[in-house]
């Protein structure tokens, strides 16, 4: 019962995520566009969901490890690695480069698959593509350099 009560609570979370990326119009790939372009017709919009976002996220994370563990889990599970390094950056340049040149990025491309149209399949695409060509490389990485992951360093609980 306990991992179909995660299951729900995950999809309800998902939901709510993708009817507020909805309201925000965050689903439309020229909000980021035009966000990206200050010349032109710019758009604060994308900077203002970001801000609530991170003013959102700024107060409730620190409530929330309060707590002695999750309501679905029973640790919680945040970044082991504070660090800001080469991946960090790579994966940030990637990422932002994938974002401004298609529009979407994870939260809004799985969103608007409902409208499947053939920009939003290839994007879909590319980013699975690019999600497991990422993983395949840093996993040669990781074992040509003998780097050896624990789960447990990204528990707090």
Not at 73 to 88: C, E, G, N, S, Y
Not at 110 to 124: G, K
Not at 150 to 156: D, M, N
Request: charged share 15%.
């Amino acid at each position: 019962m306990w991992a179909i009560q995660r299951l729900i609570f995950a999809l309800l979370v998902g939901v709510i995520f993708g009817l507020g990326l909805s309201i925000a119009q965050m689903i439309d790939p020229s909000k980021v566009i035009d966000f990206l372009n200050p010349l032109g017709a710019w758009d604060p919009s994308l900077m203002i969901v970001l801000a609530v976002g991170l003013l959102v996220n700024a107060v409730a994370t620190p409530l929330i490890l309060k707590r002695q563990r999750p309501l679905f889990d029973t640790l919680f599970r945040v970044p082991a690695k504070p660090d800001i390094d080469a991946r960090i950056i790579g994966g940030g340049i990637l990422f932002g480069s994938g974002w401004g040149l298609t529009g979407y990025c994870p939260g809004p491309l799985l969103t608007s698959i409902s409208f499947a149209n053939s920009a939003i399949l290839i994007s879909l695409a590319a980013y699975i593509a690019g999600t497991l060509i990422t993983k395949w490389v840093v996993a040669r990485i990781d074992a040509e350099q003998h780097i050896e992951h624990s789960t447990e360093k990204a528990y707090v609980g």
